[in-house]
């Protein structure tokens, strides 16, 4: 019988994750980021599906859904506030997930800042043109005179 120690799991060996896990502040954020997962997704379970009820189900379902339809839904705060925390949200529970995907398959430490570097620079894009998109969309463009809703003046 042999009287070698065997390691602990996640221990300081040889063995270990292939980057350093720091205690402290890093062990906190990872904490906040674990329950903003569990919480965003409870959110987005909610915000998703009250979208696909209220486009899908309700009126002529999938076959009301078009300009007129999002222009109507848009003019509303309400519909806009809630794509917003929609469209927030899910960029945020995915740029988390894809980052713990990152720091867990990613070797090296430059490797890891690049792809991240990237991840944060296309997701924070993403949010900024998809609110720009929710908060400047002018369902009835100046000098239109087709295809307008019915809810636009008539020029």
Known sequence: MSTESIAAPRSNSAQSP???????????FEMAAWLFMRLSGVVLIVLIFGHLFVNLMLGDGIHAVDFGFVAGKWASPFWQIWDLVMLWLAILHGTNGVRTIINDYAERSGTRMTLKTVLYVASGVIVVLGTLVIFTFDPCPPGAVIDLPSFCPVP
């Open 18 to 28: 292939k980057y350093k896990r720091s205690k402290g502040n890093n062990s906190s």
